[in-house]
């Protein structure tokens, strides 16, 4: 049931933050954003509400099975180790176990998610790209007028949609267009996942009322928005530099990769370009994961109380 649970928690979790993670990509790839409500106003004055839901699509899909996959290989990975270590998969298991079966989790959840995080950081960029091939065009020899003078003369957007996204991209870079950005994301997930249920199990146990063995539904809120926000804080470096590789391909290419990306992003914006979008992430993170370990815990125990 760790499987279902899972995936139903990351459906009610991706449904409450997407809007923000689309302004977190796009500060985080696009300098001219000086801070998160000048990205906000912008997207909502150029393409309004529907700006915040760009390539939503393919996440609400997949982040069902991939919510599942984390959940499931996090609690059988904890299930094997106990085994092995203490001779029932039942046992209480060490920190150091639950911070091992988190960083099991994130490694795996990336061969899902590569793929998908390339097309929702394509999609999610793309008015930008837009905007800036129209004005190399008004700077170009045939003098082309900065505003469009009618529909048609405006560049039609690259990517119809995710799926359109992937096919395409698969066409022009191959199969490692669709897992470009992976090593970043390996770095990103493995360690933050580790924080996450480890952080998770903690806050868990020292909210749980005495005599009890699992908090109740205030403290499972409060647990699951803490470990969000200290996954994020985390994952933020390797999140800024994952999103630039992965937007990277509009165009002509920057970063070679992952230390060219990092040390050239550091070079032109400095050291805190790495932290760019830590706050609109812990912001994000905490009714996000209060959300998805509510219903996670929701589904787990419902359906023990019907098995038993």
């Not at 085994?83 to 099991?104: E, H, I, M, N, T």
């Amino acid at each position: 049931m760790d499987f279902v649970a899972g995936a139903i928690g990351g459906v009610c979790g991706v449904a409450v933050g997407y809007p923000l993670d689309t302004v977190k990509v796009r500060i985080q790839t696009e300098p001219k954003y000086t801070d998160i409500w000048h990205c906000i106003r912008d997207t909502y004055h150029r393409e309004r509400v529907w700006g915040f839901y760009r390539g939503l699509s393919l996440p609400v899909c997949t982040v069902s099975l991939v919510s599942s996959v984390s959940f499931g290989t996090y609690r059988h990975c904890l299930a094997h180790i106990c085994q092995l270590r203490y001779g029932s998969p039942d046992a209480k298991p060490s920190k150091a176990d639950v911070a091992l079966s988190g960083y099991a989790s994130g490694l795996v959840r990336v061969f899902l998610t590569s793929p998908t995080e390339v097309a929702k950081v394509r999609l999610q960029t793309q008015t930008q790209a837009q905007k800036q091939q129209r004005r190399l065009s008004a700077l170009g020899p045939s003098a082309v007028p900065p505003v469009c003078p009618a529909p048609p003369a405006c560049p039609e957007p690259k990517y119809r949609g995710p799926l359109h996204c992937l096919a395409t991209v698969a066409r022009e870079e191959g199969l490692r267009g669709l897992y470009k950005g992976s090593s970043a994301l390996l770095l990103r997930d493995g360690h933050s996942f580790a924080t996450y249920f480890l952080s998770y199990a903690i806050l868990c146990e020292r909210l749980s009322p005495a005599g009890h063995s699992q908090p109740d539904v205030l403290g499972v809120l409060v647990a699951g928005g803490c470990a969000g926000v200290l996954a994020w804080a985390v994952a933020t470096p390797m999140d800024v530099i994952k999103s630039r590789l992965q937007a990277d391909g509009q165009g002509q290419r920057r970063y070679r990769g992952l230390l060219h990306c990092m040390v050239t992003s550091m070079r032109e914006e400095g050291p805190r370009v790495l932290f760019k979008g830590l706050v609109l992430n812990c912001c994000r993170a905490f009714p996000v994961n209060m959300v998805v370990f509510v219903a996670y815990e929701a589904v787990l125990r419902l359906t023990q109380g019907l098995l038993t």
